[in-house]
C-alpha cells in the first residue's frame, strides 16, 4: 500500500521557522520526484518545492526561494520542508506527493507532469 505521511506543520508567528516531513512507503523512493504543494482557502494548489530522489535535484517557486530547503534522506524514504522566514501568505494546507521521474522536477511543480500519489495534508498557519 502506497503511503505518503506528511507532519510537521503547526502554528507559527511570522518570521519563524517550520520544518514539515513527508515519509513515503510503497514503492521505490528513489524512482520518484517528491514534491510538496500547497493551497490556501479560495487559491488554487500551487508547487512549492520539488525534489528528484535519485539525484537530488530541486526546484522551488519563485515565492519561497531563499527561503525553503527541500532535502531528501533516501534511507528513511522521507523528504524534509524547512521553512524558514514564514510570511502570513504562507499559511496554507501543505501535501507532499510522489511522481514517477522521467522529467526534472520542475516539470512535476509546475503541474505539466502530474503526481501518482498524493499525502493527506498538513496545515501550517503563520500569524502576523
Known amino acids: 500500500e502506497v503511503q505518503l505521511q506528511a507532519s510537521g506543520g503547526g502554528l507559527v508567528q511570522a518570521r519563524g521557522s517550520l520544518r514539515p516531513s513527508c515519509a513515503a512507503s510503497?514503492?521505490?523512493?528513489?524512482?520518484?520526484?517528491i514534491g510538496w504543494f500547497r493551497q490556501a482557502p479560495g487559491k488554487e494548489r500551487e508547487g512549492v518545492s520539488c525534489?528528484?530522489?535519485?539525484?537530488?535535484?530541486?526546484y522551488y517557486t519563485d515565492s519561497v526561494k531563499g527561503r525553503f530547503t527541500i532535502s531528501s534522506d533516501n534511507a528513511k524514504n522521507t523528504v524534509y520542508l524547512q521553512m524558514n522566514s514564514l510570511k502570513p501568505e504562507d499559511t496554507a494546507v501543505y501535501y507532499c506527493?510522489?511522481?514517477?521521474?522521467?522529467?526534472?522536477?520542475?516539470?512535476?511543480?509546475?503541474?505539466?507532469?502530474?503526481?501518482?500519489?498524493w499525502g493527506k495534508g498538513t496545515q501550517v498557519t503563520v500569524s502576523s
Open positions: 506527493a510522489a511522481g514517477y521521474t522521467v522529467l526534472g522536477p520542475a516539470y512535476y511543480c509546475s503541474g505539466s507532469v502530474g503526481m501518482n500519489y
Open positions: 510503497g514503492f521505490t523512493f528513489d524512482d520518484y520526484t
Open positions: 525534489i528528484s530522489s535519485s539525484d537530488g535535484i530541486t
